[in-house]
């Protein structure tokens, strides 16, 4: 007998397993996520679950978390080294005009309403409005999560947020993103070393490095337009090289499930260099 991939034999398998499901309530009641119950109350039924993996591509989302996590981009990198390459292709297009805006049509809306995310890359960015991480990366719903906070430097609670996007949710990259002329830094270097809010403060030390830089280039370490661009590369790297021995980050770029690199956004050309 053919097997049959289309709706009308989907749809008659998801109404058959729900009968049985009615028939046996008590099954239902054990279960803390009933809706998850249901599909594998629905994969456990021996001949559906056949049907099931033969038309895997055809089956309607709410039944696909049952064999692992739905990805809604097509193209989803499956290697850090790809996630990095992922991105950079997607700056690519955007600094020469020719964005795609990937990920935004009526499929991928629907598809991420229906299912967890499953970003494939991490961003710890600039609240600066012109550094969008989804656009000047050109990518879609669902593939990037994006901490920010001015001065992209690393917070408590932003490093939490970054642990949940690498260990739960599995981004394979996680990019620490400076950029030209940014406000934060540019204050961290006008005010150091005296006492400031905690987003400029935390700067400081990528203050005091970029003056040394400086000043061993020949260069003088009080002009300002000479320290802020040293200041924003280093505290990128600073910032990176400081996740890069946390937990869980550290245990992930060991096992090479993760790769933490910072970069730089230029307003002028609007191409990420990365620095690591
Ligand atoms: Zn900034």
Known sequence: MPIRCDAAALSAAESDARSRDARSPDRLA????????DRRAF???????????????????RFADAAGPVYCNPNRPTTPADAMAALMAGNGLWATGNQQHPGEDTTRRD???QNDQTPFAAILSCADSRVPPALIFDQ???DLFVVRVAGNSNTAVGQQSLTYGVNKLHALALLVLGHQ?????????????RPAPAFVSLIYPAVRKARLIVQQGGGNPD??????????????LMTA????????????????SLIVAAGVYSLDNQAVTILT
């Open 30 to 37: 054990t279960s803390p996520h009933p809706s998850a119950m």
């Open 43 to 61: 994969l456990r039924l021996g001949g559906y679950a056949g049907l099931a993996g033969l038309c895997w591509g055809l089956l309607p989302a």
């Open 111 to 113: 598809c991420v309403a």
């Open 140 to 142: 879609g719903l669902g």
């Open 181 to 193: 002329g940014c406000g934060a830094v540019s204050t961290a270097v006008t005010s150091f070393p």
């Open 223 to 236: 002009d300002p337009t000479q320290v802020i661009p040293v200041a924003i590369e280093q505290h990128a």
């Open 241 to 256: 090289a400081q996740l890069s021995v946390r937990t869980p980050f550290k245990d992930l770029i060991r096992n090479g």
